[in-house]
């Protein structure tokens, strides 16, 4: 038999830790119906590779497990996904990095990146969270993204337990599957680190601006995967 191998890699990355909210009505709506993720086959005169994108959370109500998806999977030797992120050795790393790297350390705070109309704005979409500028310390900006990002996530009712990753890999263990992935999650999180902080910066003002149409957003992104 020749070597098929069956990628997926990621549209839409979310974060754990948070409590689920229940899936907003928008994201219902959008994907209320038959499911048919786009799905590409490739290779060469020795190999088949499809490839899947996928998103890290999904609502638990969404089914995207089409028959194709499935009869391809069916037949795979090998699983390639975008990270391991949820390993004991995943997560001391990412926490590593989060220590070294996630934080300023010579008294500056995320406020400080910002000015007074600024925070305003800033302030007044992150109430929605109970959050603020001024609780958010001395988080560097990406940091700061990646936590609201999170929270973000759970109020859409965005579940990683229910995500394409999760449930493809989950095939895989009880397959017998191998499984590789593309890059480690230190990897990942050196590319946010690497970011300069005047981009980092912007990058939360987006963030946030992303806040006010939370539900919205998820829900374009999901009916149109």
Known sequence: MLPLIFIAAAA???FSGQTISETPEEILEATSGRANPALWRTGDHNTTIYMLGTIHALPQEVAWETDLIL????EADLLITEANVDSDEAIAETSAVILEEGFYLDGTKLSDLYTDEEHDDINDALAEFGLSLDKLGNMKPWM????????????????????????????????????KHFETAKEQAMIFVAVPENEQRLFLTQTVDMEMSNAKIFAEMIGDW
């Open 12 to 14: 839409l990355t979310a």
């Open 71 to 74: 009869d391809a999977f069916s």
């Open 144 to 179: 700061a993204v990646m936590a609201l990002s999170g929270v973000m996530s759970a109020k859409a009712g965005m579940d990683p337990d229910y995500g394409v990753d999760t449930i493809v890999e989950g095939w895989a263990e009880e397959d017998g599957i191998p499984l």
